[in-house]
């Protein structure tokens, strides 16, 4: 008893703070849905990365500037007396056991058979790819976020039709109970009456529960404190949802992450085709190098400086197959993108033409269940008036009363399902997630 008083004052606080709140629209949850998700940020920084990564690619195009240092021991070493200059010291041809050099070199590439060009437009393209996924991940994100919010907002309008529920029983209750202190009824009404009572009591404990369980979920997904109040809208609006069909599967073709990444992925298979063909196309380079170490230019014990400058050219000849092979390879890749890339498509048509099928059957069912509602409570009314006038039994009454709300939760049920569908349209389409 003492659990059930506590959760029945936690109840009632929580309904009372919610009434001072600010309502939450879906479209300001969805921003801080955005702000927040983890994935989001995530694929984020994955551009970020790729970004990183065209400059490192762009960075080979100038010049590279290395140092170095060495040192060794020798222990038989060279005996340069024989190229002592004359006059020179004799203390400065002497064998050298220590060799050491500091050096510095710089080197431009002139010709790489296009690798540079290659390594930068496969750099670009995984930043596109990056930010298809970017895309999808939003897309994909807000769909569930407008799941989880009109998911709330039908919990909170059943919540209330529990309460109607149980209201009405207990209309019903009152009336049985006069007719049986009257005596125009046996006490069987007023117990079944009382039975149908506990039950619209325990409904409405199930619905709490149900929707404080959904506003956890609100929160969790927009990063709010979990046991914490969210006013979400009293009940799911069925108004007229404004969609613009006009080339709707061209647009979709246009803006889906799946099909940008699809072509994204064809691009970078082409790159890395070129990447790979480069290797074989020859390199041509031309660098220069100082030093500082001993032994000198001339032998001498004594450290002195250096230089050289020079060209270089490589071209691989033979390789046992292996640049065949390779490239082989390459175009095998490129054939499965394109290959996956088809296939994207043709799912991407069939979405776009599902979507639309199943937004018309959510609007049809709406305005079905609406209708069935309005029957149902008129049916419920008139019921209900003729057992107060003794024209019909305690069991029509509740039957009635289980169909009105069964109808109710049938409606409830139909909205949040249209709103779902109004948002899987725009997914489909690609409308729904458009990058900053």
């Not at 020179?88 to 431009?108: C, E, M, S, V």
């Not at 019903?172 to 006490?187: F, M, P, Q």
Request: proline share 3%; aromatic share 8%; hydrophobic share 40%.
């Amino acid at each position: 008893m003492k659990k059930y008083i506590l959760f029945v004052f936690s109840a009632l606080c929580f309904s009372l703070s919610t009434q001072a709140q600010e309502v939450l629209k879906v479209t300001d949850y969805r921003q801080k849905v955005l702000e927040y998700n983890q994935d989001i940020q995530s694929a984020q920084m994955q551009i970020s990365a790729a970004d990183e990564y065209i400059k490192v690619a762009n960075s080979d195009k100038g010049p590279k500037i290395d140092a170095g240092a060495s040192y060794s021991y020798t222990g038989r070493p060279f005996d340069p007396t024989g190229f002592k200059p004359v006059g020179a010291p004799d203390d400065q041809w002497l064998p050298i056991h220590h060799n050491y050099n500091a050096n510095i070199t710089i080197k431009q590439d002139l010709y790489t058979g296009g690798r540079v060009k290659s390594a930068i437009k496969l750099a670009q393209m995984k930043k596109e790819i990056a930010t298809a996924h970017r895309d999808y991940t939003g897309s994909e994100l807000l769909f569930y976020a407008d799941k989880l919010y009109w998911k709330s907002v039908g919990d909170k309008e059943s919540l209330e039709l529990a309460r109607q529920y149980q209201n009405s029983v207990q209309t019903l209750v009152d009336v049985a109970k006069n007719k049986y202190e009257a005596e125009i009824v046996s006490r069987n009404d007023l117990l079944m009456a009382e039975v149908k009572l506990n039950e619209a009591e325990l409904e409405v404990l199930k619905a709490q529960n149900n929707y404080n369980i959904s506003i956890m979920n609100l929160n969790r997904l927009m990063g709010k404190e979990i046991i914490s109040t969210t006013v979400v809208e009293d009940t799911v609006d069925f108004s007229e949802f404004i969609f613009d069909t006009n080339d709707v599967v061209s647009r979709a073709l246009d803006q889906r992450a799946e099909i940008k990444q699809s072509v994204a992925q064809v691009k970078a298979t082409h790159a890395n085709a070129d990447l790979t063909a480069s290797k074989y196309k020859g390199n041509l380079h031309v660098f220069a190098k100082g030093l500082y170490g001993a032994p000198s230019p001339q032998l001498a014990n004594a450290p002195e400086g250096n230089y050289y400058a020079g060209a270089g050219f490589s071209i691989p000849i033979y390789h046992t197959g292996k640049k065949k092979r390779e490239l082989a390879a390459r175009k095998i890749e490129t054939e499965i993108a394109v290959l996956n890339k088809e296939k994207i498509t043709d799912q991407v048509i069939l979405d776009i033409n599902e979507a639309r099928y199943i937004l018309d059957e959510a609007a049809k069912r709406v305005e079905l269940t609406n209708a069935s509602l309005a029957k149902a409570d008129e049916n419920l009314k008139m019921i209900t008036d003729r057992y107060k006038d003794g024209l019909s039994p305690i069991i029509e009454v509740t039957d009635a009363q289980v169909n009105w709300q069964l109808a109710y939760a049938e409606y409830i049920d139909a909205k949040v399902k249209y709103k779902v569908a109004c948002t899987n349209i725009e997914k489909a389409s690609g409308d729904l997630y458009q990058s900053k």
